[in-house]
């Protein structure tokens, strides 16, 4: 059975940093496209970015470029969400996920729990 946990969530300030872990069971993280999302009270789940197979190719959204990192630690298969600047736009809930279907990279079909990230201004 496949599960995701995410954890690092919690309070910091503007301008402050966290780290969001994702810890996998069930299924190895290298040769998945593993994702994190968001969703803001009242918005719509958005895309943050994510990290690709065993190349470990990433890509973020514009909101976050330059702020956030994902890397991934195959010995503890886990990957990990580094953010840093955080702005009040970013509280949200944060998921992790994962996928391994090569032509539509849209969709996931694993997903976490979810870790709750307030940012204080």
């Known amino acids: 059975q496949v599960q995701l946990v995410e954890s690092g969530g919690g309070l910091v300030q503007a301008g402050g940093s966290l780290r969001l872990s994702c810890a996998a069971s069930?299924?190895?993280?290298?040769?998945?496209?593993v994702g994190w999302f968001r969703r803001a009270p009242g918005k719509e789940r958005e895309f943050v970015g994510r990290?690709?197979?065993?190349?470990?190719?990433?890509y973020y959204s514009d909101a976050v470029k330059g702020r956030f990192n994902i890397s991934r630690d195959d010995a503890k298969n886990t990957v990990c969400l580094q953010m840093n600047r955080l702005k009040p736009e970013d509280t949200a809930v944060y998921y992790c996920a994962a996928d391994q279907d090569i032509t539509n990279w849209a969709t996931y079909e694993y997903w976490g729990q979810g870790t709750q990230v307030t940012v204080s201004s």
């Open positions: 069930g299924l190895t993280f290298r040769t998945y496209r």
């Open positions: 990290i690709a197979w065993s190349a470990g190719s990433t």
